[in-house]
């Protein structure tokens, strides 16, 4: 994600309306940057997801079958979904993350530190995953369907509004508390651990020149 994320940071910052600092060029680089992870992210999704479904059988089994039964494409259910929920999340998150880091270096008036970093990170994330659980909830249903049920032929938003009609809000915040605490722990540490990695190799190869 973050070779992506920072790539398409270089290539487009300062440029037109990308400003270094701009929210739409820390939200395109995102969701280039989810675009590209979910490639790799969601067939180890599916299978973690139909591991916990089905704990009799070992994530090799189940993989097995996927194939067997679906193709390829199978460990790719979910895919679109999945795309739909990181967009809005990192949309919300990565411009967030990067605005709290500039507000907070801007009232100490110096660099923030890797901890701080991890802090903006987890706050971020926590607000981000309490906003787009409902979509999260749509792409775990999604992902465990049988096949040819009706939640795999629907649209996100049909299954939202079904979800909505028969469970109410409670069912679309299904696993509301766990995902934010998840998330912001997650952010804290991933973040935490991005920020101190660039400050270790902008140590280094200060020192090296």
């Known amino acids: ?48 997801q139909r591991a916990q479904a089905n704990r009799h059988l070992r994530p090799s089994q189940i993989l097995k079958q996927t194939l067997q039964t679906e193709g390829p494409s199978g460990l790719y259910r979910g895919y679109s979904t999945t795309v739909m929920r990181e967009i809005p999340f990192s949309f919300i998150q990565y411009p967030l993350w990067e605005y709290l880091k500039l507000k907070w270096s801007t009232i100490q008036e110096s660099p923030i530190q890797p901890w701080q970093g991890a802090v903006c990170g987890a706050f971020a994330g926590g607000f981000s995953a309490a906003l787009t659980t409902p979509l999260d909830v749509a792409k775990t249903r999604i992902m465990l369907a049988k096949t040819g049920s009706e939640e795999v032929k629907i649209s996100v938003l049909k299954l939202l509004t079904t979800i909505a009609r028969t469970e109410g809000i409670k069912g679309l915040f299904s696993g509301f508390v766990p995902r934010v605490c998840w998330i912001s722990l997650g952010g804290f540490v991933f973040l935490g651990a991005y920020e101190k990695s660039k400050h270790l190799l902008s140590v280094w190869f200060e020192s090296s020149n």
Do not use: D, N
Not at 10 to 21: A, M
Not at 27 to 45: D, K, N, Q, Y
């Open 1 to 48: 994600f973050f070779c992506t994320y920072e790539l398409v940071k270089s290539l487009l910052g300062g440029r037109g309306t990308f400003s270094e600092h701009s929210p739409l060029l820390h939200m395109v680089a995102a969701s280039i940057g989810e675009t590209t992870s979910c490639l790799v992210r969601v067939p180890f999704e599916v299978i973690k």
